[in-house]
Antibody, heavy 121, light 107 residues
Framework: EVQLVESGGGLVQPGRSLRLSCTASGFTFGDYAMSWVRQAPGKGLEWVGFIRSKAYGGTTEYAASVKGRFTISRDDSKSIAYLQMNSLKTEDTAVYYC????????????WGQGTLVTVSS | DIQMTQSPSSLSASVGDRVTITCQASQDISNYLNWYQQKPGKAPKLLIY???NLETGVPSRFSGSGSGTDFTFTISSLQPEDIATYYCQQYDNLPPAFGGGTKVEIK
């Protein structure tokens, strides 16, 4: 059974940093791209970024709203994906979901339960 | 960037009713269109991929159709457990983009 478990959310002041983790199980983690999608309170879904598998260079792509502030990385030996968030803004307040990206498309076939990040002074 | 316009933003229907949601892309996306269901307080779940293919385990009352710029999601007979917000999402080009969502309620 595929499982994705996020951790690391919490309350953080504007301008500070936070790192989220996504621990995966139930599949060969290194074979898949992984992505982060967020949802502000009461709002819709927004793609944040993703990281390709090592077979495809392990490269990353980001939404314009987070590019230059957020960094996605992965540790295939531990089956963990990370989202490093720097220079946080109040508008980054959201539930952050870790998702698996199936081969052949920029979409999301499995989702974690999400972790809430609140950016507030 | 491709924009996805979903309508209606909310609807109320009776149990057993046929429910239809539409999604329009700002440019041709072929069939690179998915539908997700998000129940209150839960993570989204992939229901339909490539516009019309049902994910394993998804009830057959759910269906999708369309290609190019215009897509339709249908629940053939609404059930109480279908109360949720439904999102379309294109993946023809980066960035992947979601529609604004359709909240489905029981009348």
């Amino acid at each position: 059974e595929v499982q994705l478990v996020e951790s690391g959310g919490g309350l953080v002041q504007p301008g500070r940093s936070l790192r989220l983790s996504c621990t995966a199980s139930g599949f060969t983690f290194g074979d898949y791209a992984m992505s982060w999608v967020r949802q502000a309170p009461g709002k819709g879904l927004e793609w944040v970024g993703f990281i390709r598998s090592k077979a495809y260079g392990g490269t990353t792509e980001y939404a314009a709203s987070v590019k230059g502030r957020f960094t996605i990385s992965r540790d295939d030996s531990k089956s963990i994906a990370y989202l490093q968030m720097n220079s946080l803004k109040t508008e980054d307040t959201a539930v952050y979901y870790c998702t698996r990206v199936p081969r052949g498309g920029y979409y999301f076939d499995y989702w974690g339960q999400g972790t809430l990040v609140t950016v507030s002074s | 960037d491709i924009q996805m316009t979903q309508s209606p933003s909310s609807l109320s229907a009776s149990v057993g009713d046929r429910v239809t949601i539409t999604c329009q892309a700002s440019q041709d996306i072929s069939n690179y269109l998915n539908w997700y269901q998000q129940k209150p307080g839960k993570a989204p779940k992939l229901l339909i991929y490539d516009a019309s293919n049902l994910e394993t385990g998804v009830p057959s009352r759910f269906s999708g159709s369309g290609s190019g710029t215009d897509f339709t999601f249908t629940i053939s007979s609404l059930q109480p457990e279908d109360i949720a917000t439904y999102y379309c999402q294109q993946y023809d080009n980066l960035p992947p983009a979601f529609g604004g969502g359709t909240k489905v309620e029981i009348k």
